[in-house]
């Protein structure tokens, strides 16, 4: 699984604090962290007015960049964001996000087109985000196109088919169940992914639906999940579906994670 650590982002209020300030203890810590658990990337997200984003995104970069070696998620609705403090990163990593709205795959792929950058792309366009699996499965070829346009391998794609809360959209999961099956059927080797909190806004016991979701979603074909890696409940269900699947051959990675506390609960 690949895991992408969501704690670095100015929408979360502690995070929000920490930015305005320029508490680089506190994003340090979450950086370290997140790396030690196994977040295969780091995500970094301002959440700031756009005045101030570009050199906010700079300045949580430098700490993660100067606390870890784990490779950065730039993440911003503003491609031009992105492509503006790109060249700050020390090493290539991943891009969230591009879609099929507001020409955000045309800003970004010629730019990553002759790196080594992956690339988030959401399945939403102009008419907003849809609910059909259907509509989902179009936008992502669409995008596929685009990217293999400029000789982007779709390995470098981690598709997002975009969960709906379950609070209002009862097939939300449904959905994109159908969505990520059909596209990874289509195009092996790409990427599914998700913000694993989506789902669940607006219900009680969020990190139980999370989990569930994580677990399902797996089941399905995600690969990779926007997730706190702190978490050892989250932990837990990820080693111990991909124990189920098979993926984990003789059960070995669960087991050592066992061993050395990585899962289940606290050792005393």
């Known amino acids: 699984m690949i895991i992408i650590g969501e704690k670095i982002n100015g929408a979360i209020p502690r995070v929000a604090k920490a930015i305005a300030d320029r508490d680089e203890a506190f994003i340090r810590d979450l950086a370290v962290r997140q790396a030690e658990y196994g977040a295969t990337y780091i995500d970094v997200c301002a959440s700031t007015d756009p005045e101030i984003e570009r050199d906010t995104l700079k300045w949580l970069m430098d700490i993660v960049q100067n606390a870890v070696d784990t490779p950065l998620c730039i993440d911003s609705s503003d491609p031009s964001v992105i492509v503006d403090v790109l ?82 959209v009862g097939e939300a999961l449904i959905s994109f169940m159908e969505a990520t099956r059909e596209i990874k059927s289509k195009y092996p080797g790409i990427h599914i992914t998700s913000g694993l909190s989506n789902i669940s806004f607006g219900m009680p016991l969020r990190k139980y639906i999370n989990q569930t979701f994580l677990v399902l979603a797996m089941g399905a074909g995600m690969d990779s999940a926007i997730m706190d890696p702190t978490s050892a409940d989250m932990r837990t269900a990820l080693y111990a579906t991909e124990m189920l699947m098979g993926i984990d051959e003789y059960c070995a990675e669960f087991l050592d994670a066992y061993r050395e506390g990585v899962i289940g609960p606290p050792k005393n």
Do not use: Y
């Open 87 to 168: 060249p700050h990163a020390k090493k290539p990593g991943l891009i969230n996000s591009a879609s099929d709205e507001g020409g955000k795959c045309e800003i970004i792929f010629p730019v990553i087109a002759d790196t080594k950058w992956n690339c988030i792309a959401l399945t939403c366009d102009n008419t907003g985000l849809p609910m059909d699996p259907a509509v989902k499965i179009r936008i992502a070829e669409t995008i596929v196109e685009k990217a293999q346009k400029h000789k982007i391998a779709v390995s470098r794609l981690f598709i997002d088919p975009l969960v709906n809360g379950i609070a209002t």
